[in-house]
């Protein structure tokens, strides 16, 4: 890898504020290699920056990425960060002009060394041989209720009004294992039916935001 004369500048992009905010704390450690310039959620990246990660929390996965509208004409590379790392969906996601696909399954210092070789011109896309690991991305809306992260994608789905097969679609995963997500989070949460738990998800920040962090300052919107 070549020497870096500055950091790398970094966009975070998830609906989720706080989720962007939790990846921006984890890499706050490394901010003499990576500088965390922006945090959107729901809004495009305005600042000059390097690399855009992309976190697929809530949201479609990378081979749906309108990326031309994130990155507004800029010619940052978009990383996509996902649990989600089925290998032809990598590949869509590259051909949908994604430079990099990681899995969130690594630590943070792994992120960096991966945000700065996509920087150096590298295409970056998960170990297929490396076993699974829970990694250190651990911040998602529930966490604190006992959700897992799967769990609380789910309910965050629910929320914004998906239907089970519009949810599978979504997190890229089989409509009976969104079923089994769906039973064990509403007796986690105490809820028997869809309304409410869109109701508790409303109550609990499951719905997205709208909000972009720039050099300190905060800009919300609706």
């Known amino acids: 890898m070549a020497q870096q004369t500055r950091p790398v500048r970094l966009a975070i992009v ?15 450690r490394y901010d003499d290699r990576v500088e965390v ?17 992309y976190d697929s929390y809530g949201q479609v996965q990378g081979d749906r990425i309108d990326i031309e509208s994130q990155l507004q004409g800029t010619d940052a590379k978009v990383v996509v960060f996902s649990w989600n790392v089925q290998p032809d969906l990598v ?6 002009g994604a430079s990099a696909y990681v899995s969130k399954g690594i630590s943070a210092e792994e992120l960096v060394g991966l945000i700065e070789r996509v920087h150096d011109g590298e295409t970056i896309t998960p170990d297929e041989d ?12 529930g966490a604190d209720l006992g959700l897992s992260q ?11 009004g998906l239907s089970n097969q519009e949810i599978g679609e979504r997190a890229y995963i089989g409509i009976n294992t969104v079923k089994t997500y769906i039973r064990t989070l509403y007796r986690k949460i105490g809820v028997t039916r ?19 962090h720039v050099d300190g300052r905060t800009q919300r919107e609706g």
């Open 130 to 141: 490396q076993p699974a690991r829970s990694g250190e991305f651990g911040r998602w809306p």
């Open 14 to 28: 998830n609906d989720y504020e706080l989720v962007v905010a939790g990846v921006a704390a984890l890499l706050s």
């Open 194 to 212: 869809r309304a409410q738990a869109v109701a508790f998800g409303i109550e609990h920040g499951f719905q997205p935001d709208r909000v972009r």
């Open 150 to 160: 799967r769990e609380s994608e789910v309910l965050a789905l629910i929320t914004q």
């Open 91 to 96: 590949q869509r996601s590259l051909d949908n």
């Open 37 to 53: 310039v922006e945090l959107d959620s729901r809004m495009p990246v305005v600042s000059d920056v390097d690399v855009v990660l």
